[in-house]
């Protein structure tokens, strides 16, 4: 058992838009992930997931809060980011579905 009292996971579930493809995704996923992502301070790891057909989830594990909040602002000026914001259907200001979940890890188990 360990404690990660400080660890943070952001969930980001996203429907895919219309007529962009699976491969279309997994390439700008890719470029995020390199591109972006990996480059911020307190990335620990992501998974992208698939959740049904066209649903998605993007499952990020980040140091902490602090972290995640810093990279939310850097990634609405960043190509690769807004890249991949580009591909989904629900990113609309009026959807509360486009908002990410950010939970604290209190205990991890593994």
């Known amino acids: ?34 591109d972006f992502l990996s480059r911020q301070p307190g990335f620990l790891k992501r998974d992208l997931v698939k959740v049904a057909d066209r649903q998605w989830a993007d499952v990020i594990y980040w140091e902490s809060r602090e972290s995640v909040e810093q990279a939310m602002q850097h990634a609405t000026q960043n190509p690769a980011a807004l890249q991949y914001f580009q591909l989904m259907a629900n990113t609309g200001e ?13 205990r991890s188990y593994s």
């Open 1 to 34: 058992m360990n404690d990660k009292n400080h660890r943070t996971i952001e969930l980001a579930s996203f429907t895919l838009a219309e007529g962009v493809e699976e491969e279309t995704l997994m390439a700008v996923s890719d470029a995020l992930n390199a």
């Open 94 to 106: 009026s959807d509360p579905s486009a908002e990410p979940m950010l939970m604290s890890v209190v």
